[in-house]
């Protein structure tokens, strides 16, 4: 019992070690790096399944448990990493030591980018739960085979909820509420039809969120179909509390929680999928890494200090339009770093 306090003070001192660090250099405590760039399926619109399979930015491959390894234990301010991005995070060979090693060192993982869930071993769904990790989204457009692969090409709807049934199965033998589940549904004209099942479903399965999304090509507006696309189906306060850890925007995740590649190369955010900030993580450390020029000139843009150029992702992207737009530039004064 003393032995077991005396670890415990420790591990608080530790903890508040690294609280005051990451105040002092304004460094995150979350960090995304993508598990597995690599996707079983076809979605028609997909970014990184179009021009002939290939975006040379993001390229194909997998975050690899030594790299995982090495990242955790060079940069120990990192409390949480978010695991999915551009790919499907089930397809990576060394997931399971991934969130094995997570656990161990009491890192939190989330994977709510999204996941299809089409392919997912026993030994992982297990895991899942064995070792707590914390949130996944699961990407899922529609309520019926027929509708969902229409744009989910090589999916299948019955094998998903088959995964989510059998992932409840091992949530009830180690009586836990993780993975906390989100249920994300891309709203298109062919299955906005079945966005009425949704609730029922959803709840039988025991999603904990609803996200109606719309879809990049907008082609339906969701504010005509609900006033409310993000729902919370629970009244668990510690489900709650998880999910404010996260609500942050897109542009903040340069400061909050920046988006790694899986080969260790810099993004910014998980918006930045055709540009890269030139310099990798895996090598430099990413305290290093997040002052580095580009990342700062990235910075300096959405703070409204300088002019986007043709280098940085921000050029194209509907957020800085807005900001730009209407001067809401990010105000770095008001960013907290706990
Ligand atoms: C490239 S995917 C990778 C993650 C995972 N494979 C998935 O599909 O959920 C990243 C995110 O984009 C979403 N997405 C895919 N196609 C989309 C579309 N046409 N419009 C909006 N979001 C889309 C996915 O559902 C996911 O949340
Ligand atoms: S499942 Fe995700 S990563 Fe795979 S093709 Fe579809 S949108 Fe892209
Ligand atoms: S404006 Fe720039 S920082 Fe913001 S989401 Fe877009 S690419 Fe990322």
């Excluded at 914390?134 to 085979?145: A, R």
């Excluded at 009244?235 to 929680?257: A, D, H, P, R, V």
Aim: hydrophobic letters at 35%.
């Amino acid at each position: 019992m003393k032995k077991y306090m005396e670890k415990s003070k420790k591990l608080k001192l530790i903890d508040k070690f690294w609280k005051l660090y990451r105040k002092i250099y304004k460094l995150p405590k979350l960090a995304r790096i993508e598990a597995c760039s690599i996707c079983q399926l076809d979605c028609r619109d997909c970014y990184m399944r179009k021009n002939s399979n290939n975006n040379p930015i993001i390229g194909n491959g997998y975050l690899k448990f030594d790299d995982f390894k090495n990242f955790i234990k060079r940069n120990q301010y990192i409390k949480q990493i978010e695991l999915s991005f551009s790919g499907e995070i089930f397809l990576n060979p060394d997931l399971l030591d991934i969130i094995k090693y997570a656990y161990t060192e009491g890192i939190i993982l989330t994977a709510h980018n999204g996941v299809n869930f089409n392919n997912v071993s026993d030994e992982i769904l297990e895991a899942l739960v064995k070792y707590k990790f914390k949130g996944i989204t699961i990407s899922i457009d529609g309520t019926s085979n027929e509708t969902y692969k229409r744009y989910r090409r090589n999916g299948n709807y019955d094998t998903v909820i088959n995964n989510i049934k059998k992932l409840n199965n091992y949530k009830e033998k180690y009586n836990s509420i993780f993975p906390i589940l989100t249920w994300q549904y891309i709203v298109f004209e062919h299955n906005k039809h079945e966005i009425c099942n949704i609730d029922e479903i959803a709840k039988e399965l025991n999603f904990a969120r609803i996200y109606l999304k719309e879809a990049w090509n907008n082609e339906v507006k969701i504010h005509e179909i609900t006033r409310f696309p993000l729902r919370i189906l629970t009244n668990s306060k510690e489900i709650i509390k998880t999910f404010e850890s996260i609500n942050f925007g897109l542009c903040e995740q340069l400061w909050y929680s920046p988006q790694i590649n899986w080969d260790g190369t810099l993004l910014g955010c998980c918006c930045s999928t055709h540009h890269n900030l030139n310099i990798n993580v895996f090598k430099t450390g990413l305290k290093k890494a997040l002052s580095s020029k580009k990342m700062k000139l990235m910075k300096n843009i959405i703070t409204g200090k300088e002019h986007a150029n043709d280098t940085i992702a921000c050029n194209w992207c509907y957020l800085y339009k807005i900001k730009k737009e209407h001067n809401t530039f990010i105000n770095p004064k008001k960013l907290r770093f706990n």
